[in-house]
T-cell receptor, first 111, second 112 residues
Framework: KQEVTQIPAALSVPEGENLVLNCSFT??????LQWFRQDPGKGLTSLLL???SQREQTSGRLNASLDKSSGRSTLYIAASQPGDSATYLC??????????WGAGTKLIIKP | DGGITQSPKYLFRKEGQNVTLSCEQN?????MYWYRQDPGQGLRLIYY???????QKGDIAEGYSVSREKKESFPLTVTSAQKNPTAFYLC???????????FGQGTRLTVV
């Protein structure tokens, strides 16, 4: 059974720092991997989708990588800003057409 | 603007009542999903639909029901059989399974 783990559970850094959020999954037979952002009390915003044949995707200050063989993905945030404060969720699409979710990393960027 | 609209944003239910949460999308997506989110837990799939007039149970379907009569609409009914319905409910859609999923802003349901 696919399991997704996100480390760390929480992270607090000063503004301006570059940071990395980690996501690992137990079964390398995934279709795609998606990173989301969730603000308190709000829905989820899709940040990046990495297809299983891709190694990375970039959007602005965000870069996500995927290594299927090792079961890992990272989300790199450059030059962090207070507005980046949110919970970041990683999810993988499995063979049963369902998203399998990590528990998220709560990120706080201190001004 | 294209997107997913969930309504209402807040919903209060009395014990023993059924309530229906609305989810509408104008993205022309075939697949739609309902998730439940509880504090400190990951999202859990309630039901999903890959096409009109067809839907499948997710991991926690007991006490819930859905319909998919139109491509753009996927309402969720929380029945009185659901013992602990207080949660944040999220609706999502994707062009097809395994492609990028997009979410609505959620409905917070509270039992009073």
């Amino acid at each position: 059974k696919q399991e997704v783990t996100q480390i760390p559970a929480a992270l607090s850094v000063p503004e301006g720092e570059n940071l990395v959020l980690n996501c690992s999954f137990t079964d390398s037979a995934i279709y795609n991997l998606q990173w989301f952002r969730q603000d308190p009390g709000k829905g989820l915003t899709s940040l990046l989708l990495i297809q299983s044949s891709q190694r990375e995707q970039t959007s602005g200050r965000l870069n996500a990588s995927l290594d299927k063989s090792s079961g890992r993905s990272t989300l790199y945030i450059a030059a962090s800003q207070p507005g980046d404060s949110a919970t970041y969720l990683c999810a993988v699409w499995g063979s049963n057409y369902q998203l399998i979710w990590g528990a998220g990393t709560k990120l706080i960027i201190k001004p | 603007d294209g997107g997913i609209t969930q309504s209402p944003k807040y919903l209060f239910r009395k014990e023993g009542q059924n309530v229906t949460l609305s989810c509408e999308q104008n993205l022309n997506h075939d697949a739609m999903y309902w998730y439940r989110q509880d504090p400190g837990q990951g999202l859990r799939l309630i039901y999903y639909s890959q096409i009109v007039n067809d839907f499948q149970k997710g991991d926690i379907a007991e006490g819930y029901s859905v319909s998919r009569e139109k491509k753009e609409s996927f309402p969720l009914t929380v029945t009185s059989a659901q013992k602990n319905p207080t949660a944040f409910y999220l609706c999502a859609s994707s062009d097809e399974p395994n492609t990028e999923a997009f979410f609505g802003q959620g409905t917070r349901l509270t039992v009073v």
